[in-house]
T-cell receptor, first 114, second 111 residues
Framework: GENVEQHPSTLSVQEGDSAVIKCTYS??????FPWYKQELGKRPQLIID?????GEKKDQRIAVTLNKTAKHFSLHITETQPEDSAVYFC?????????????FGKGTHLIIQP | KAGVTQTPRYLIKTRGQQVTLSCSPI?????VSWYQQTPGQGLQFLFE???????NKGNFPGRFSGRQFSNSRSEMNVSTLELGDSALYLC??????????FGPGTRLTVT
């Protein structure tokens, strides 16, 4: 089955700097790659996603890039703010309306230093 | 629109008991997936239901089961509880392909 590796497990950046979280996946059939943000005690929140027919997607300060050949995708957060502090999860899916389920990485604890 | 809701939010059970958790998807969503979240294993896929049919299942023992009703509400059941079943159980609903929105979860503690 699919295996998703996520790095780093902890990332500390100064407020205003950029943060990059990287994930690799194993199954070349995966075609959907969402990112979730989970604050302490809260539900995972979908923040951005990308499909395999697209190389990059941006939404304000957040961007995701996908390299299908290398089977890796990354989350980029620019101009980080204190409210960006959370655990971020990448995931991969073969698709089909969610039927195959999401395979998640282990998460990255992002700490924004004031 | 109201988000995904789950009940109960917290549950304490004893080893050997069984438990039923409930999930109400976002109105109009017909797909409901269940996930287990633990500090050690992270988020793991349990199963997915669409139109009352289980379409896919993760790598969990048969003690974990679920069902979906005609109104898309879903329940999951865990029988013969073990200490290792202590976890946050999350359900997620989906309208279009793949975009899943999570509920707040049910925190299950097995003693």
């Amino acid at each position: 089955g699919e295996n998703v590796e996520q790095h780093p497990s902890t990332l500390s950046v100064q407020e205003g700097d950029s943060a990059v979280i990287k994930c690799t996946y194993s199954d070349s059939a995966s075609n959907y790659f969402p990112w979730y943000k989970q604050e302490l005690g809260k539900r995972p929140q979908l923040i951005i996603d990308i499909r395999s027919n697209v190389g990059e997607k941006k939404d304000q300060r957040i961007a995701v890039t996908l390299n299908k050949t290398a089977k890796h995708f990354s989350l980029h957060i620019t101009e980080t703010q204190p409210e960006d502090s959370a655990v971020y999860f990448c995931a991969a899916s073969i698709g089909g309306g969610g039927a195959d389920g999401l395979t998640f990485g282990k998460g990255t604890h992002l700490i924004i230093q004031p | 629109k109201a988000g995904v809701t789950q009940t109960p939010r917290y549950l304490i059970k004893t080893r050997g008991q069984q438990v039923t958790l409930s999930c109400s998807p976002i109105s109009g969503h017909r797909s409901v997936s269940w996930y287990q979240q633990t500090p050690g294993q992270g988020l793991q896929f349990l199963f997915e239901y669409f139109s009352e049919t289980q379409r896919n299942k993760g790598n969990f023992p048969g003690r974990f089961s679920g069902r979906q009703f005609s109104n898309s509400r879903s329940e999951m059941n865990v029988s013969t509880l073990e200490l290792g079943d202590s976890a946050l159980y999350l359900c997620a609903s989906s309208l279009v392909r793949d975009e899943q929105y999570f509920g707040p979860g049910t925190r299950l503690t097995v003693t």
